[in-house]
């Protein structure tokens, strides 16, 4: 072994005694300064701990500790899961309670608790000082029958820019317009008939084959005719038993837009050319519905009759009301008559459009499809695809879930919307 290669194992060895005297060393020093560190720790937390569980042990004192704070952990977490499902959502109603559609909402969250919505968090009130501070509502509805005769001192004083004030009414422009200036800028959101409304006072859903609600829209993809199935036989069947041309249930006999005077116009029509006749029942005519059950006379148009009259009693964007879904829900083919584009609410080849033909037209091609079956059949094929709801019938649509569930969508109340031309927007064109 020569020297150099001696001295190299010296140093190995050496330096190897070394390192190991030195990890040992490094290693006692790591353990002492650990357990002084931990001693340290543990005499903080006793004395933080021991000003709240005083009394207390001083290893039970760390153990509460540590529960302590799990326990708490979980409680906050659940509290966070409860805020979010029911910070409640503040109404104010400005306008009376006892208008439509107030009157329906109910008192305090009972409107929605009561209709099994999917949101219950909304709490209706009239009273005025119920939070002390009116800026604290989320949303204060006006009845759009009452406020159209409002004043400024009639209306709230004070306004939060995340307020959302709703204009609200189940009544046609038509005959409730707003002329005032006063709601120009003023309203964040609307509850009406119209299709563009952010909670839709509608009277009916369209659904499709698969039950998901389509419409009514105001872009409405349609199947067109000839891309649908065909009416069975056994629904052709069903049909043999119409023997009457057309029925009207009517109870109010006053109208803006002259559908008594058309009604009674196309039955002279049918009567002097046809030998077939519009049976008017109601209020305002001698024949009465056999049957004080709505269901009963329902059944004896569906039973009876080839055509409904679906006449609004006034003419605005969009309003379509029950008088439609009478006729759809009872195999009757709907004759319209109203403000709306009804491309929005009914397929091509499913209904007759009074307004977009003469009575004499209007009489002709009722007589025509009475006396074909196939093609009167034809009407009802849209029944393979869709079909008619009232809104009412399922949480999902019915509007005050609606109006409560959109208050819970962060998005959208947080979205700055309103109205600059409430006129322009609400009225039929110069009706002020
Ligand atoms: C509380 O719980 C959350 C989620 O389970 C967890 O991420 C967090 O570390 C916990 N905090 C304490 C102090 O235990
Ligand atoms: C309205 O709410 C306030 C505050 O809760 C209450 O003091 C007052 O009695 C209420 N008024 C009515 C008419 O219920
Ligand atoms: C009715 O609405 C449809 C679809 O939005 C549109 O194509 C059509 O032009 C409208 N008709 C009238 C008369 O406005
Ligand atoms: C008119 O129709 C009725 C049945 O609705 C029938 O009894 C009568 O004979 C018809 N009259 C004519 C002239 O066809
Ligand atoms: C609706 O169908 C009729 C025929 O049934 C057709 O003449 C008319 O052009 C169609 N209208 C639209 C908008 O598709
Ligand atoms: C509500 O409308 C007013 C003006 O009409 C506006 O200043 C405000 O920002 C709107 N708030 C929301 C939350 O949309």
Known sequence: MDIKNLCIVHFALYSSKMRTLFTAKLFLYILF??????????LIDYKSYSQNLSGHKFVHGIVSKWLYSKVQNRTKQAEKKLDKKSVMKYILQWTSASNSPFVYMGKGREGFTSRKCPHTNCFVTSNRSLLGDMKKFDAIAFCGTEVRYYTKEMLPLTRSSHQKYVFATIESSHYYPVCTVLFDNYFNWTWTFRLDSDVRWGYMSIRDKNNNIIGPNKIMTWLKPNKMD????????????????????????YDKVGRRACALYLKQELEVNYNLTVDIYGGCSPLKCPSPHIKDCFKMLQDDYYFYLSFENSFSEDYVTEKLLTAVTNNAVPIVYGGANYTRFLPNGSYLNARLMTIKQLAAKIDELIKNPDQYANYFQWKNHYSYHSLDEDPETDEYCRFCAILNDEEKVNKISYIGDFRKWWNNPNFC
Do not use: D, P, Q, T
Request: charged share 25%.
């Open 33 to 42: 300064f650990g357990v002084l560190f931990l001693v340290y720790k543990i």
């Open 230 to 253: 065909s009416v069975s036989e056994e629904f052709k069947n069903k049909l043999k038993s119409k023997k009457k041309a057309v029925a009207w249930f009517v109870s109010n006999c």
